[in-house]
């Protein structure tokens, strides 16, 4: 079965940097767009950033991400990152990993069809 496992969260201060990975199996890792979506406490999950399969050479940012977050992937580990710096106590929240056939999907519809368990990331002020 699929399975996204998540790891890299942790409290930090504003303005540190974190990086998150997600590793992925069960799937042609490939042939899949991958993101990253975050819940903070009582909100709504939310899309932060995604990447088109294979190549990974089109990345799609939320407003709140860019400038600051990059989304990557490595093919040959079937994991995606998330580089998060200059990181702000609005960024706190369970950040979740997510995987579509579809880049439309994932970063469009925000209904990827699998889902990780996510991660916490808090950040102190």
């Known amino acids: 079965q699929v399975q996204l496992v998540e790891s890299g969260g942790g409290l930090v201060q504003a303005g540190d940097s974190l990086r998150l990975s997600c590793a992925a199996s069960?799937?042609?890792?490939?042939?899949?767009?991958m993101g990253w979506f975050r819940q903070a406490p009582g909100k709504e999950r939310e899309f932060v950033a995604g990447i088109i399969r294979r190549s990974g050479g089109s990345q799609l940012y939320a407003d709140s991400a860019k400038g600051r977050f990059t989304i990557t992937r490595d093919s040959a580990k079937s994991t995606v990152y998330l580089q998060m710096g200059a990181l702000k106590p609005e960024d706190t929240a369970v950040y979740y990993c997510?995987?579509?056939?579809?880049?439309?999907?994932?970063?469009?519809?925000?209904?990827?069809?699998?889902w990780g368990q996510g991660t916490q990331v808090t950040v102190s002020s």
């Open positions: 997510a995987a579509d056939l579809s880049f439309h999907r994932l970063v469009e519809l925000h209904v990827p069809a699998y």
């Open positions: 069960g799937l042609t890792f490939s042939e899949y767009a």
